[in-house]
């Protein structure tokens, strides 16, 4: 089978993308800024080089065009928190994952617990098997064919608790 991604529509890459590297974990990123504490789980996410240590996020904007939290969390703050996802904390990842507006607590809304950062100022998430507090390396904006754009966030991991 050829494929032409100039060609094909945002559905059928996303569908060819998502297929051709897996599985993929899923991180439920954990981020905060002015309307608080957020968590969305990501998919576009991995290891993007180990000298230097860099973790990237691939992070779509809201389906109305505006950044979603975590996105101006990341630029606000310079920081964020990938928190590994298990059976154990699942049905919280999916309940992190639901369109709340700015302002939810997506962590308590999802009854999991928040932990203090120890070299960032956003909390992880106690349930989680594994965490990476991240320093933003650089956040990339670029444009979608509907022009309403999606970033890419590199974060140098400081600490594996």
Not at 43 to 55: G, T
Not at 85 to 109: K, R, S
């Amino acid at each position: 089978m050829k494929f032409d991604f100039t060609t094909e529509t945002p559905e059928v890459r996303y569908r060819l993308l998502s297929n051709f590297v897996g599985p993929r974990p899923i991180a439920l990123v954990s981020t905060t800024g002015k309307n608080g504490p957020n968590a969305a789980p990501m998919s576009f996410f991995n290891v993007f080089s180990h000298d230097p240590a860099i973790l990237i996020l691939g992070i779509q904007k809201r389906l109305d065009g505006r950044d979603k939290d975590t996105v101006a969390n990341i630029q606000s703050t310079g920081s964020f928190v990938v928190n590994m996802v298990d059976m154990a904390i699942a049905e919280g990842m999916l309940i992190c994952g639901l369109p709340f507006e700015p302002g939810v607590d997506e962590i308590a809304t999802a009854g999991l617990t928040k932990r203090p950062g120890v070299h960032v100022p956003v909390p992880s998430i106690a349930e989680s098997p594994c965490v990476m507090e991240c320093i933003t390396q650089e956040v990339i904006d670029y444009g979608r064919r509907d022009h309403s754009g999606q970033g890419r966030a590199h974060g140098r991991p400081r600490r594996l608790p």
